[in-house]
């Protein structure tokens, strides 16, 4: 099936990654953030100076102990960083040699049952999320539909095609993994429409759909809202590419292996390119090598959902790019009133709308004060979903239960309203008003 997505914005920033994967980045410090997984309560099976192995349990959901979180390396516990209500935040691994790989048994699988709980014993179940909630995915409930988004629309996002260089063949494994896992369930391949979809298009026993137009056209919560929405009792589960990449590999080399690729972009970025890291690895090296000034965010994620890098800079589970661009705050004189070609704006304040597909170094500066909610039409412009965003962002607010179900809460994320807050005159923070509505309904049920 075709769609066209005409509600939508694309930014159009300086500093896309291009060409082919350099050399593999390596390090040898590691931090694992529980944070990278939402609304998991981890709790530890690890104390400093434990030695791990590539697989190993670093640490489990209180709610389900069968679902882990596995050492990407092999080292030994050095740290581990607690916050506020001793809150765990970062568990720091020293990597004792350069090992990528693991090599692990496990009997042939014959049913469903078995792929199950091979991906729970590797801790490679994690990778599978579903919505609503996007947490990780329930083992007792079968989903009404999975989905494999191949494409992304974000700023700079990367490419799946390089991404996926070389694994076209554990792509593919992992997808009959997920059809033996799941064997009545539909498989919806989703695809940009025009692109080299190769490699997608090889694949068999799935549904293959293309999208075009603007941002969020890649976003899975799209793909799910034109294809199979989510009724309240309802889930979906999805699974980026990568992930399937991984899972495939597993199986058919019977080896476990964490390691990823990622895109590093950004007006800030001195060589944008492709780079092969080991998951969870330390940064510090790679992303102060990539910007000449200090005065940078550097984001693990795009510009519009991504996560700015703390003291313990590793890229998030899920993420597949970097994204560096210039702090702002800089007061500026007369500001919004100069004529100006190099700003962006989504009301053609200035002449640089006549440029659409001129791309901008943008920075974080808001250009503008938080304040209440005006009563615009503006959400709409870049809302594709038949939802009222600024009902279900009030509902949200005032935790109206019945309004938000009624206005679609199970059919969103936080990231399907991340073009709402670029473009909201209040500058709300509108991701975190849904995450928060979100939250309120899973731990009220």
């Known amino acids: 099936m075709h769609f066209r997505i005409k509600k939508g914005l694309d930014l159009k920033l300086t500093g896309e990654a291009m060409g082919k994967i350099v050399s593999p980045y390596s390090s040898h410090t590691f931090f694992v953030h529980p944070s990278d997984f939402r609304w998991l309560t981890p709790k530890l099976t690890v104390q400093v100076g434990d030695a791990v192995d590539i697989g190993s349990p670093l640490f489990f959901d209180k709610e389900d102990e069968r679902i882990k979180i596995v050492s990407p390396v092999n080292g030994t516990?050095?740290?581990?960083?607690?916050?506020?209500k001793r809150v765990i935040q970062t568990i720091?691994?020293?990597?004792?040699?350069d090992t990528t790989s693991r090599e692990v048994q496990f009997d042939a699988p014959i049913s469903a049952e078995d792929y199950q709980s091979i991906l729970l014993r590797f801790?490679?179940?994690?990778?599978?999320?579903?919505?609503?909630?996007?947490?990780i995915a329930n083992p007792d409930t079968l989903p009404k539909a999975?989905?494999?988004?191949?494409?992304?629309?974000?700023?700079?996002?990367?490419?799946?095609?390089?991404?996926?260089?070389?694994?076209?063949?554990?792509f593919l494994s992992g997808l009959r993994v997920m059809r033996n896992l799941l064997p009545d369930v539909p498989m919806h391949l989703c695809m940009r429409e025009g692109a080299d979809n190769a490699l997608f298009e090889a694949a068999e026993e799935v549904e293959k759909h293309y999208f075009s137009g603007p941002h969020p056209a890649g976003n899975v919560g799209t793909h799910i809202h034109h294809i199979a929405p989510i009724n309240k009792g309802e889930s979906v589960w999805y699974i980026d590419p990568q992930d399937l990449a991984t899972i495939g590999h597993l199986f058919q080399r019977k080896e476990l292996c964490f390691d990823t690729t990622v895109a590093l972009t950004g007006p800030c970025v001195t060589e944008p390119r492709y780079v092969h890291v080991p998951r969870w690895a330390d940064l510090s090296e790679l992303l102060a090598t990539s910007t000449p000034s200090d005065n940078v965010r550097m984001i693990s994620g795009n510009v519009l959902t991504g996560k700015q890098f703390d003291e313990y800079p590793a890229i998030r589970f899920y993420d597949h790019q970097l994204t560096m661009i210039a702090e702002g705050g800089q007061r500026e004189f007369l500001g919004w009133l100069r004529p100006n070609l190099k700003k962006w704006s989504f009301s053609h304040t200035f002449l640089s709308w006549l440029a659409p597909?001129?791309?901008?170094?943008?920075?974080t500066s808001l250009y503008g004060g938080r304040r209440t909610f005006?009563?615009?039409?503006?959400?709409?412009?870049?809302?594709?979903?038949?939802?009222?965003?600024?009902?279900?962002?009030?509902?949200?607010?005032v935790k109206d239960i019945e309004n938000m179900e009624a206005l679609g809460i199970y059919e969103v994320d936080d990231e399907d309203f991340a073009l709402c807050e670029v473009v909201c005159p209040s500058k709300m923070e509108c991701q975190q008003i849904i995450r928060d509505g979100l939250f309120f309904i899973k731990n009220d049920k």
């Open 77 to 84: 516990v050095t740290q581990i960083v607690r916050g506020e």
């Open 92 to 97: 720091v691994i020293e990597r004792d040699n």
């Open 123 to 135: 801790g490679l179940w994690p990778m599978l999320r579903q919505r609503p909630f996007s947490t």
């Open 146 to 170: 999975l989905f494999v988004p191949c494409f992304d629309s974000a700023p700079l996002a990367p490419d799946y095609s390089v991404l996926l260089q070389g694994r076209g063949d554990e």
């Open 357 to 363: 597909k001129r791309p901008f170094s943008f920075n």
């Open 374 to 397: 005006m009563m615009t039409d503006i959400y709409d412009k870049v809302f594709p979903f038949d939802i009222i965003p600024l009902s279900l962002l009030k509902a949200c607010l």
